[in-house]
């Protein structure tokens, strides 16, 4: 009977021990797998990386001390906390390369957006480049090929065409026009300028009168010759540019001996243009409200029959 049990109780043991040993043997197979995925999975994230720089995100709670006579932690129970902590480990590293997949997969959809956007861009101005250069549908012709040689340019450059020549009785009566030659250039070219209006010469006598303006603005003669170059155009049919003209005289010389007569052959050069007698009654209303008392009595009864026939109030 002792017997018996005794063998019962060894066969126990044995049984237990190798079920003991086996479920460590299988706890230590997994350990050793995680444990090479771990690396692997280390090597992908942080290439070059190694425990020393990278510290495992979870880490083993330090253990108390145990005084002595307590017994120590079963392998299996150690075996398992590695399990769990490199389990923890992998999930953490696995959602660490989704992320990064995620955000590459989006720079690889933007840069294929902007590819396509850039390429639509260039093809539509090539294709606008060479509609100009060339009509839709027209071959494309070669150019002959230019002489290497250049073409020797003209020594001289063409000559204008001359003005058409003066009748030849006109070119004599302005020929027969005396120029006066005095110490006073301004005078001596207002005179010109007067004899050849008198000679009703109208445009030959424009260009002595517009440079008296022009070279001696300050010269008395100068409101003189910018109110007959008034009545050269007047008499000439171009009561427009008589208007300008008369008016300028008035503007530029108000004091001049000639800026009355300016704006009473302004009132006739705006009632040639056919405007209203109220326009044409007010310039000989300025004009004897500014030079009443200056203008002669031929210049006022004048005005006064004037203002008469346009009914002025």
């Known amino acids: 009977m002792r017997k018996t049990i005794l063998t019962l109780i060894l066969l126990a043991a044995t049984i237990c021990t190798a079920s003991g040993a086996q479920a460590q043997s299988g706890v230590e197979g997994r350990v ?3 444990e090479r995925e771990m690396r692997a999975v280390q090597r992908k994230v942080f290439p070059g990386g190694n425990g020393q720089y990278f510290p495992p995100d979870i880490t083993p709670a330090d253990q108390p001390v145990q005084s002595p006579g307590v017994p120590a932690s079963s392998a299996v129970s150690d075996l ?6 490199l389990e923890s480990q992998q999930t953490s590293h696995t959602g660490q390369i989704e992320q990064i ?12 957006a902007y590819k396509r956007t850039t390429d639509a861009r260039l093809k539509a101005l090539e294709d606008g480049a060479a509609s100009t250069s ?5 071959a494309v012709v070669n150019e002959p090929s230019r002489p290497t040689t250049p073409v020797a340019k003209p ?8 003005p058409p020549a003066l009748d030849p009785a006109r070119a004599s009566r302005i020929a027969a026009i005396e120029k006066p030659a005095t110490a006073d250039p301004a005078d001596d070219l207002y005179v010109y300028g007067y004899r050849l209006w008198q000679a009703k010469l109208y445009p030959e006598a424009e260009t002595p009168l517009k440079q008296v303006v022009a070279k001696y603005p300050t010269h008395r003669r100068a409101s003189w010759a910018q109110n007959l170059l008034g009545r050269t155009y007047l ?16 503007k530029n010389f ?3 001996e000639r800026a009355p007569d300016s704006l009473f052959y302004l009132a006739s050069a705006l009632k040639q243009l056919g405007k209203p007698s ?10 004897l409200d500014v030079y009443g008392a200056k203008i002669s009595a031929t210049m006022k009864a004048d005005v006064a029959r004037n203002r008469t026939a346009e009914k002025c109030k």
Do not use: I, M, W
């Open 32 to 34: 050793d797998r995680l």
């Open 235 to 250: 008499d000439e049919g171009k009561p427009s540019l008589a208007s300008h003209a008369f008016y300028d005289n008035y």
């Open 254 to 256: 108000h004091d001049g």
């Open 134 to 138: 060339a009509p839709t549908g027209a």
């Open 278 to 287: 109220a326009d044409v009654c007010k310039v000989y209303d300025e004009l």
């Open 101 to 112: 997949q995620h955000k590459l997969q989006l720079l690889e959809d933007a840069f294929t």
């Open 155 to 162: 020594a001289t450059a063409p000559a204008k065409p001359a």
């Open 80 to 85: 398992a906390a590695r399990v769990s902590a």
